[in-house]
């Protein structure tokens, strides 16, 4: 038996107070969506969740370490009680053991949480708080339809950090209306606060919002490309100028306190998404491990797996997806938390596995988005997958170069080629050099800025050079 | 059915009328052409489907005849059975070599008009060749059935054309069928039979032949002299090639076999041959071992009057462009092509037209029928250019233009008879004008319609003229051209330059007044059509070593997702693999990856109408002086 690499888990948390016009997650502002799928009973659901995907797992074969990461995304997870995040995380470690000093971070809207909330936060063992603070000018959080002052994310954020927690802020960039000024000034703003770290996103406009649609029919602005390239390097002078330092495209972070849960993500170690619409990802076994606790320093160091880990036949590149009407059928099946399948089910669903079940490739699945239908399918005692894939090796490499090649860590040649067989032309290389898009380090390629900026070019001309 | 009696090859000539029908697009010939062959009873009602003679996918689609098929039919009159040949022809003007051909092998012409419309500068044309011919003309107008029918009118505008009597002018209807019963007796009464001389040597005229993939090719004739007899050898006159004729039949209205073939009659030879090549549309036909000493007159062969280049957008795909082409061809005397090659696309070939519509469709049925991805460039005709030292050469595609002094350049003219209400004579000659066309004389057809007669370039009508002179007449006006010889003309080729490299699928030959708003629109739509990069590229269009217009792309500056986190990741890598499927329709021109739908689109033609265009014209056109 070998070790599997770092795992992690995503809690999802589909509930907001008010849906913003920009955003397109999966989240419900009804309090009661049907089904049981309440916010009062939200954390017995994802619990739920969590003892089925033990089970899947061990059916699977795959034995993961203790968990090395929580993180609670949403929606707004800050809505619930604190205590109900509480239980998530006491159940996640009564199942799968928490590693010592593990990361456990819950996104928070700065209008729900204050002083109390955070205390019985640290009680539960948060040591992490990301706040969507979005903007500090005004009439920027207005078009993105925030409620909260920036008032509230400074009292917030320095409460977090008198009780000894590690605070991030989220900012968006590129707004319709946000000028340069505008966003120098919500960068100075997160300065001032003084936290370790930063995640700033340029504004991803996504055509069935309510921003969306408005920027489609011209009554807002459409943001600008270009512009948003300025404020991107705005932002990456100022962050670096006050001791963050980048090491992934959106994020900065003094050394240290990079957030270990993303890195996990871009280093394509394994995680458990608990909660409707949430991906979950096990790495192949052949596929390289990554060691818990590094830094992006040096990152990569990873022990050798020995293969047949998990109970395998190499089948490859199989997805199958749940109608989303088999999800909904009100079942009352007693006998929860036991997989109950049916011989059509499709493979990931199979309590006892067949021979496809027991891949060895890397597995990404996702759960059904709509918190009614997720809720049924549990009281089945099924998994709450909407689908899941199994990915080709070829798929697998495009992963590691597209994630790799965001982070400061960046893309190891030599372990590629040793992984996959496969190296980058040196032709490429150089022109990529030459264009001031990559440097090297040692036997690593990383983005320049410039190369983050056309980061998609970067991946794409590897790729290709790949593929030749 | 009932029985036929007189039987292909033994009819006398006394019994036998051939006809055929001169109508414009969508004035009906096929809906009536369809009546008669019901009425003849040689279609079983349940059989019938509309347009039965037009058998092509493009044919039925479009509605128009490419290629003429006939039918033999049976009609009995006042107790005689008369034996009809119906010949169907195009009712294109890139066709009208083909109709005369087909017009040869008839002694009568039904002239239809649309009794909603009036004639058409075409059908004109037709009439014009049909009267030369000295063919018996029977004037109807059809679609009397519909409201906006205005019989009267056209039919005095028909009488005065022709000079017939008002009611000689038939009405019929064939959607209805009112009136085609006497419009075929009609005919039998006014046709006049074949006179050739049954006992002379054989001489048939090939007005047609299509190739069919099992049987090769079926070549359509009408005998004129003696017989041709199955088992005996067959000479094309004209390429003095000898065949033995595999099967010889009529059309009634599917392919019957026959022994033989007699004068006057009208059928369809097989040789085995898989090449339309060899068997050309106005060669004679004769009897090998008693051949005729004179072939039919009248020969010639089909001149191309426009050249396009086509590419297959994925190069690979060459030798099946090739073999299409070859495929085509057995089907499509009028095409000619010959290998070319592009800096920007490629492998190609160069290939001549008769005219746009057949450029057309020979480019639709590359891709309908051949499954072929193709880029075709912009259309162009030929020059003779004339160079200082005396030297000449001949310009079939922009890329050709010699470098240095040219001392003279003559394009193609043509005759352009333009049919409009007279409303629209202002826009016409406004739109002739600008197309550097020289007004002849105009006559009135009627009080309210006006045929306009220009001398003008070729090159002007094959871009975008017929598409604009149909807008500013809301559709009303109609053209028709012949060839007018040559004459010289002030042209220059511009350049289309791409991060400063020549991009030689975009030069054209231009007119010297024409080369600031070509440069200036084509600079523009490529800069809309090529995806930023992340350098900055600019595009300029020339002159020789003049940059007459210019356009910047500017550099591609973020491009990045701005998340990737648990679920982004599936769909960022699909994103990618997407982009990489895209990409594969992408052309590098130098560093410069252009979509192919930019070849496509910026080779399409379009009217500069929006300020900015203009305004910089005007400043090219300006700072030129």
Redo the contacts between chains.
């Keep these: 038996m070998g070790e599997r690499p770092p795992f992690e888990v ?1 809690i999802h948390v589909p509930f907001c107070l008010r849906r913003c016009g920009y955003c397109d997650f999966n989240t419900y502002t009804a309090t009661d969506l049907g089904g049981g799928a309440s916010r009062k009973h939200y954390a017995d659901l994802a619990i739920r969740e969590m003892e089925l995907s033990k089970a899947w797992q061990e059916s699977r074969g795959i034995v993961e370490p203790a968990i090395s990461s929580i993180f609670f ?1 949403g929606g707004t997870p800050t809505i619930l009680p604190p205590d109900d995040l509480g239980r998530m995380v006491r159940a996640a470690r009564d199942l799968w053991g928490l590693e010592d000093g593990a990361e456990i971070t819950t996104e928070a809207n700065p209008d729900t949480v204050d002083a109390a909330y955070l205390e019985t936060l640290i009680q539960d063992g948060f040591t992490r708080v990301s706040f969507g603070m979005q903007s500090a000018v005004p009439h920027v959080l207005k078009t993105l339809d925030r409620t909260h002052t920036p008032a509230n994310v400074t009292a917030n954020v320095e409460t977090a950090r008198a009780l000894g927690l590690e605070a991030s802020v989220d900012l968006i960039y590129g707004t319709p209306g946000e000028s340069l000024a505008d966003w120098r000034t919500s960068l100075e703003a997160a300065i001032d606060l003084g936290v370790d770290h930063v995640s700033a ?4 406009l996504e055509p069935t919002t309510k921003m969306g649609r408005a920027v489609a029919t011209g009554r807002m602005p459409r943001p600008n ?2 512009d ?3 404020m ?1 390097e705005l932002a990456d002078d100022l962050l670096t100028g006050a001791g963050l330092d980048w090491y992934e ?2 994020n900065w972070a003094r050394p240290g306190h990079e957030c270990r849960h ?1 890195l996990g ?2 280093r394509n170690v394994d ?1 458990a ?1 608990i909660g409707p ?3 979950s ?1 096990y790495l192949s076994v052949e596929a390289e491990p990554v060691k818990a606790g590094s830094t992006c320093e040096d990152g990569t160091g990873e022990s050798a797996l020995s293969p047949g880990f998990r109970r395998t036949l190499p089948v490859e590149g199989r997805e199958h997806v749940l109608p989303e009407s088999q999800g909904k059928g009100d079942a009352d099946l007693p006998s929860p938390f036991k997989m109950n399948s049916y011989p059509l089910d499709p493979w990931w669903q199979q309590s006892v596995p067949g021979a496809e079940g027991l891949t060895r490739a890397s597995i ?1 699945s ?1 759960d059904i988005r709509h918190p009614r239908a997720w809720a049924s399918t549990m009281l089945r005692g099924l998994i709450p997958w909407q689908g899941a ?1 199994t990915l080709t090796s070829s ?1 697998d490499l ?2 590691t170069v ?2 790799r090649l ?1 982070m400061r860590e960046g893309l190891d040649l030599e372990k590629l080629e040793t992984r996959t067989g496969f190296r980058p032309s040196p032709g490429t290389i150089d022109d990529l050099i030459n ?1 001031g ?1 990559i440097h090297t380090d040692g036997s690593r390629i990383v983005a320049t800025r ?1 190369g ?6 970067v ?2 001309r590897i ?2 050079s790949i593929d030749a | 059915m009932e029985h036929v009696k007189n039987q292909p090859g033994f009819t006398d000539q006394s019994l036998i009328r051939n006809f055929c029908i001169i109508a414009h697009i969508d004035h009906g010939k096929s809906t009536v052409a369809d009546r008669i062959l019901q009425l003849s009873g040689i279609v079983p009602q349940r059989e019938m489907h509309d347009r039965f003679l037009d058998r092509m996918d493009i044919e039925q689609e479009r509605g128009i005849t490419i290629k003429s098929q006939a039918v033999r039919l049976p009609w009995v009159k006042d107790g005689t059975e008369y034996t009809l040949g119906m010949i169907d022809t195009p009712g294109h003007v890139d066709f009208t070599y083909e109709v005369s051909r087909a017009l040869e092998a008839c002694e009568g012409a039904v002239l239809l008009v649309d009794a909603t419309q009036g004639i058409e500068a075409q059908t004109l044309s037709n009439l014009y060749m049909a009267l030369d011919d000295d063919l018996t003309i029977i004037p109807v107008l059809n679609k009397i059935d519909l409201p906006s029918a205005e019989p009267d009118k056209h039919a005095e505008e028909i009488a005065n054309l022709i000079g017939c009597d008002l009611d000689q002018v038939l009405r019929v209807s064939g959607k209805t069928g009112e009136g085609v019963h006497e419009l075929v007796d009609r005919i039998v009464e006014e046709v006049p039979p074949p006179q050739g001389d049954p006992k002379a040597p054989a001489r048939a005229l090939i007005f047609d032949s299509v190739y069919d993939s099992y049987r090769g090719i079926v070549t359509y004739i009408r005998m004129m002299d003696g017989e041709l007899k199955t088992r005996r050898k067959i000479r094309m006159m004209s390429l003095g090639t000898v065949h033995d004729p595999i099967e010889l039949g009529v059309i009634s209205p599917d392919m019957i076999p026959t022994k033989a073939l007699g004068a006057g009659e009208v059928g369809y030879v097989i040789t085995g041959v898989k090449d339309v090549s060899q068997s050309k549309v106005g060669d004679t036909v004769t009897d090998e071992a008693r051949p005729a000493d004179e072939p039919l007159p009248g020969y010639q062969d089909p001149q191309p009057m426009v050249y396009s280049g086509l590419f297959p957008i994925d190069n690979a795909q060459f030798p099946e462009l090739r073999d299409a082409l070859d495929k085509l061809k057995l089907n499509d005397a009028a095409l000619v092509y010959e290998p070319e090659t592009s800096v920007a696309l490629g492998f190609g070939f160069r290939c001549g037209f008769l005219g746009l519509l057949h450029m057309e469709i020979v480019t639709e049925r590359l891709s309908r029928e051949f499954d072929m991805d193709l880029i075709a460039t912009a259309p162009n005709v030929t020059y003779q250019v004339t160079m200082e030292d005396g030297t000449e050469l001949l310009v079939k595609n922009p890329s050709e233009f010699p470098e240095g002094k040219v001392k003279k350049i003559t394009e193609p003219v043509v005759n352009a008879d333009i049919i409009t209400p007279k409303e629209f004579i202002g826009s016409v000659m406004e739109l002739c004008q600008d197309h550097r066309g020289q007004m002849g004389t105009m006559e009135y057809l009627s009080p309210d319609r006006v045929e306009m007669h220009y001398t003008m370039p070729l090159a002007e009508i094959v871009f975008d003229f017929f598409d604009q002179l149909k807008s500013r007449t809301k559709g009303y006006a109609s053209l028709d051209y012949q060839s007018a010889g040559s004459r010289s003309a002030d042209l220059v080729k511009v350049d289309i330059l791409i991060q400063g490299e020549k991009i030689d699928a975009f030069s054209a030959i231009v007119h010297k007044d024409k080369a600031y708003s070509y440069g200036v629109m084509m600079t523009k739509k490529l800069r809309r059509l090529i995806p930023r990069q992340q350098f900055e590229i600019p595009i300029q269009a020339a002159i020789g070593s003049r940059i007459i217009a210019r356009e910047t792309i500017s550099a591609l500056r973020k491009d990045v997702l701005a998340k990737c986190y648990g679920g982004d990741i599936t769909r960022k890598r699909k994103l990618l693999e997407k982009q990489k499927a895209g990409k594969k329709r992408m052309k590098m021109l130098g560093h410069v990856q252009v979509p192919q739908e930019a070849f496509i689109a910026a080779l399409s033609t379009e009217q500069a109408t929006d300020r900015d265009t203009k305004d910089k014209i005007r400043a090219a056109a300006k700072k030129e002086g």
Excluded: C, F, K, V
Excluded at chain 1, 201 to 204: F, G, M, Q, S
């Design positions: 995503y995304g996103y340029a504004l991803t490309d270009d948003e390239a300025a991107y495209i959106s993303n993500y871009w995680w998404g619409g949430a991906h990802h990404r996702w894939e798929q495009e992963e597209m994630l965001r264009q898009l410039q983050r900026l056309l980061n998609d070019l991946i794409e790729l290709e």
